[in-house]
């Protein structure tokens, strides 16, 4: 079956440091790929989307690229703010059937410092 | 902007009550979906719905039984709460399709003791 495989957090860093967040999948066929971000006390949002491979999904400041070769759908952000500590959900969508299924990963808490 | 509300932030229920979950969107969705969100375990599918009266099960639907009989409306059934089911409980909607985004609710922090 599908599977998300997200790095352990937390993962403290101070503000303006670069932020990693790996994510790694196993799936057959070609999976859509997504990162979603919860903030403290609200449901998920989407935060950025890849669809094909080599692709890469942007969205405030955050950019993952969908690598085939590797598996892999690692988060980047060049410069974190406080505003971003939150926990981060990896997860992929299959494409088989009307009502394909997200399989998400255990997520991953960032807190920002000052 | 979409919106998918559910019935409360905050439930504490006894163990062996019945309890009902509500979830509400405004988006004309065909696909619902129930999730549980407990730490160090993710998000995880209990049931699903791809459209009026169509349900499935997910991964983990022991425990559990759901309602969909308008389109907006789909409603999470505890039959029996029990301690172990003590979690945050997230609904989630969207378009039919397999690279659709999917749309959450805020959750609710379900406490049976």
């Known amino acids: 079956g599908n599977s998300v495989t997200q790095m352990e957090g937390p993962v403290t860093l101070s503000e303006e440091a670069f932020l990693t967040i790996n994510c790694t999948y196993t799936?057959?066929?070609?999976?859509?790929l997504f990162w979603y971000v919860q903030y403290p006390g609200e449901g998920l949002q989407l935060l950025l989307k890849?669809?094909?491979?080599?692709d890469k999904g942007s969205n405030k400041g955050f950019e993952a690229t969908y690598r085939k070769e590797t598996t892999s759908f690692h988060l980047e952000k060049g410069s974190v703010q406080v505003s971003d500590s939150a926990v981060y959900f990896c997860?992929?969508?299959?494409?088989?059937?009307?009502?394909?299924?997200?399989?998400f990963g255990t997520g991953t808490r960032l807190q920002v410092t000052l | 902007d979409v919106k998918v509300t559910q019935s409360s932030r905050y439930l504490v229920k006894r163990t062996g009550e019945k309890v009902f979950l509500e979830c509400v969107q405004d988006?004309?969705?065909?696909?619902m979906f129930w999730y549980r969100q407990d730490p160090g375990l993710g998000l995880r599918l209990i049931y699903f719905?791809?459209?009026?009266?169509?349900?499935e099960k997910g991964d983990i639907p022991e425990g559990y039984s759901v309602s969909r009989e308008k389109k907006e409306r789909f409603s999470l059934i505890l039959e029996s709460a029990s301690t172990n089911q003590t979690s945050m409980y997230l609904c989630?909607?969207?378009?039919?399709?397999?690279?659709?985004?999917?749309?959450f609710g805020p959750g609710t922090r379900l406490t049976v003791t």
């Open positions: 989630a909607s969207r378009w039919t399709g397999g690279n659709r985004e999917q749309y």
């Open positions: 988006m004309d969705h065909e696909n």
């Open positions: 890849a669809t094909k491979a080599d």
């Open positions: 997860a992929l969508s299959d494409r088989t059937g009307t009502a394909s299924k997200l399989t």
């Open positions: 799936a057959t066929g070609y999976p859509s």
């Open positions: 719905s791809y459209d009026v009266k169509m349900k």
